[in-house]
């Protein structure tokens, strides 16, 4: 899902997970909007983009439209 939210920018990043009814949700701590993080919808008209991930062998890989970066991040960097 985009770091971004979708409604005014929100640090969805920063955003609280939380479960109901089985569906997993992040909540923008901006404005309360929630989307859930399989889908990205929201309760309201919104819709945030999700990309496919996978992991294996301990690395998560993000399917996207275009290059995101050719070398994985060191483990000892912190972003």
Same mark, same amino acid.
């Given at each position: 899902?985009?770091?971004?939210?979708?409604?005014?920018?929100?640090?969805?990043?920063?955003?609280?997970?939380?479960?109901?009814?089985?569906?997993?949700?992040?909540?923008?701590?901006?404005?309360?909007?929630?989307?859930?993080?399989?889908?990205?919808?929201?309760?309201?008209?919104?819709?945030?983009?999700? =990309?496919?991930?996978?992991?294996?062998?301990?690395?998560? =890989?993000?399917?996207?439209?275009?290059?995101?970066?050719?070398?994985?991040?060191?483990?000892?960097?912190?972003?």
């Amino acid at each position: 899902m985009d770091a971004r939210c979708a409604h005014s920018g929100g640090p969805l990043c920063e955003g609280d997970i939380e479960e109901a009814d089985g569906v997993l949700q992040v909540f923008c701590p901006w404005h309360d909007y929630d989307f859930d993080l399989r889908t990205g919808k929201s309760g309201t008209s919104l819709q945030q983009k999700v =990309y496919e991930v996978k992991l294996e062998d301990g690395n998560v =890989y993000v399917k996207h439209g275009s290059c995101l970066s050719l070398q994985p991040f060191p483990a000892d960097q912190k972003s």
